[in-house]
């Protein structure tokens, strides 16, 4: 008899004792530098991080080329938003929606206002008279408060029904705010309150007026997801121009040189920088500072143009062109654990992903390292030598190996797709299934087909009525997709119920599609064992569902985020799912549910709990609290 079945037979006789789970901490999952607010105060640029806790304000000197001072804010997860007054600089955090004073002199930092009961500061700017302006999410408001009095005011929602107030501008009458998910541009009167929109009637169609730039009267807004620039007088709103930046989705930075009529901009996802001659109407590509820079703010200064990215700063000399640049982590601002986005098991790596970048961690020589990657990997799927990345934005697909190497982009889904929710390989068709959200505002999933021996990908959007496609797997020659009601973010549901669908690979139709679990707004994850499928519902369940009977045959209770996401897993032959507190084993015989371990308190971004399985299933990893845990489950 094989040493295992004597192992086996011992182990049910109760002669021997099952190995208890192990948990070994292998540190942080994935460390970065991100910066997404930026302002200069004086001569230095003041970095606001985005993704780590505290939220930390760098300040960066250009003339030496490094961050001489960092302050830690007392809440929040990241800024997007910061405007400055006099020496101090204001900040608007996310989670919470708080804004904080900066005293640039002391490096001190102080929570002075909140925007309740929204939890998310998109925007801010600063009035002549010192008076601060913020757009929140999801209330979509603009929020004034006043540093003189310590006073806020509620301007109220910026248009009816919309939820994010993604860039504001102020002059000394008028606030300007850019809205989304279906585009506004308001100007609300600062006395009165009183609003008007004032985007042209043609451009009600964009998603967004995802950024503002205001100087001497020129109004200057970034439209998506067709990424034209908009050039408006604010004196006369009737006049403006549209400029096109070929090839690019969004305008993510605006600077304006109004002494020498141009206004520069940066552009997603080729990163590119421009300069748009407003007297001879001309666009000028810059530069590129590397394959999808993301321009987080652009300042025309003394010559030169100063950007803020992901994780770095460049110059841009306007009279020689030259383009240069330094690290942020190698100028003095630290990396910090981020919440992670995906694992995936490549090899002998674990791979993490998280902003702008994958952390690989070689588990024997204890080691980590980064790739720098233009987005975030909302999945990653080994095959072979290669692991495909699924990327927000733009719903793109790129390769690497497994220790990093070889980044490549391969192409994106398109059909308006912008955010990648999950990522399966079907060997028998051998293509790469994914399945995708809608851009902001609009509805429609997808699922996309990624042909690597061709570089072509065939993308279906629809698949699921008025839905994205959550989840996904396959067996057979078909792919089983679960739905969520939740379309493109800003959107409210059309549908009441996620729904289960059977996608024929071959004849690349929908056979057939149910509700498995009434009441249940999302499936998850969905896997495939033993020729039935296993799925978790919003609802708080496990469903075993017969695929030739199409229909569900038993179900327990599963432990569930808060969101109703959870994770499952087929691993050496066994399910394994997790809650992100915990890891469970569902035994599909019994249909029953089995604690492996607690107490992890996983933190990843977004909702889904993270949990991967080394080949052949005895090893699993997932997050304690920030950290990498590589998990022994036992018997």
Do not use: C
Not at 216 to 228: I, Q
Not at 280 to 305: H, T
Not at 400 to 412: A, E, I, Q, S
Request: hydrophobic share 40%.
């Amino acid at each position: 008899m094989p040493l295992n079945a004597l192992a086996a037979v011992a182990l049910a006789a109760g002669l021997v004792s099952a190995p208890a789970p192990t948990v070994e901490d292998l540190g942080p999952a994935s460390s970065v530098t991100s910066i997404s607010g930026a302002e200069f105060v004086g001569d230095k640029l003041y970095l606001g991080t985005g993704g780590i806790k505290p939220t930390r304000i760098g300040a960066y000197d250009p003339a030496q080329r490094k961050v001489t001072s960092i302050t830690d804010l007392p809440s929040g997860d990241g800024t997007w938003a910061t405007a400055a007054v006099g020496s101090d600089l204001y900040v608007g955090t996310y989670s919470p929606g708080d804004i904080h004073k900066v005293d640039t002199t002391t490096g001190t930092a102080t929570k002075v206002a909140d925007v309740k009961p929204d939890n998310f500061i998109w925007s801010m700017d600063a009035a002549a008279d010192g008076k601060i302006y913020a757009g929140t999410y999801p209330g979509g408001r603009v929020v004034e408060y006043d540093p003189a009095t310590g006073q806020t005011r509620d301007l109220g929602q910026a248009a009816a029904g919309e939820q994010y107030v993604r860039s504001i501008a102020v002059d000394d009458t008028t606030v300007y705010a850019g809205v989304g998910a279906k585009a506004h541009l308001v100007a609300i009167d600062r006395a009165t309150g009183a609003k008007k929109e004032i985007l042209p009637p043609e451009l009600a169609d964009r998603t967004f007026v995802g950024t503002l730039a205001l100087e001497n009267g020129l109004l200057a807004a970034g439209l998506s997801a067709t990424g034209d620039l908009l050039l408006m007088e604010t004196a006369d709103t009737s006049k403006h121009v549209l400029v096109d930046a070929p090839g690019d989705s969004y305008v993510t930075a605006i600077g304006i040189d109004a002494a020498n009529n141009d206004v520069y901009f940066g552009t997603r996802p080729s990163g590119t920088l421009y300069r748009y001659d407003r007297d001879s109407a001309k666009l000028d590509k810059l530069a590129v500072p590397y394959d999808g820079a993301a321009f987080n703010r652009i300042f025309v200064r003394g010559g030169k143009l100063v950007g803020a990215l992901t994780s770095s700063v460049v110059e841009y000399d306007l009279a020689t062109g030259e383009l240069t640049g330094v690290d942020l982590t190698q100028a003095g601002m630290p990396p910090a654990p981020e919440l992670p986005m995906a694992i995936a098991v490549a090899g002998d790596r674990v791979l993490v992903s998280g902003k702008a970048g994958i952390q690989v961690h070689d588990p024997a020589a204890g080691t980590s390292t980064r790739t720098f990657l233009p987005g975030e990997a909302k999945a990653m799927t080994p095959v072979g030598d290669q692991v495909y990345l699924s990327v927000y934005t733009l719903a793109y697909l790129f390769k690497m190996r497994h220790d990093g190497t070889g980044l490549t982009r391969l192409t994106r889904a398109g059909a308006e797709q912008n955010r990648p929710l999950d990522a399966h390989y079907d060997r028998l068709t051998r293509r790469l299934l994914m399945g995708t959200q809608p851009e902001y505002g609009l509805h429609g999933g997808a699922l996309a087909l990624y042909d690597p021996r061709r570089n072509a990908v065939e993308t279906f959007r629809g698949v699921v009525p008025n839905q994205s496609v959550r989840s996904v797997t396959s067996f057979a020659g078909t792919a089983y997709l679960g739905s969520e009601i939740q379309g493109g973010l800003g959107t409210t549901p059309v549908e009441k119920e996620a729904r289960l669908a059977a996608f024929d690979l071959f004849t690349k139709k929908t056979r057939w599609s149910v509700v498995p679990v009434p009441g249940a707004t999302r499936i998850s994850d969905l896997v495939v064992r033993h020729g039935k499928l296993y799925g978790l519902a919003s609802t708080g369940v496990a469903f075993e569902f017969d695929l030739l009977r199409r229909k569900v045959t038993r179900t327990v209770p599963v432990p569930l985020l808060s969101s109703g996401s959870g994770t499952l897993i087929e691993a050496g032959g066994r399910i394994y799912g997790s809650d992100g507190k915990r890891i469970y084993r569902l035994d599909p015989r019994a249909m029953t549910v089995t604690t492996v371990v607690d107490g992890l308190a996983g933190q990843a971004y977004g909702d889904q709990p993270l949990l991967a399985a080394a080949p052949g299933g005895r090893t699993l990893y997932a997050l304690k609290a920030r950290n990498l845990v590589r998990i022994k489950p036992g018997s």
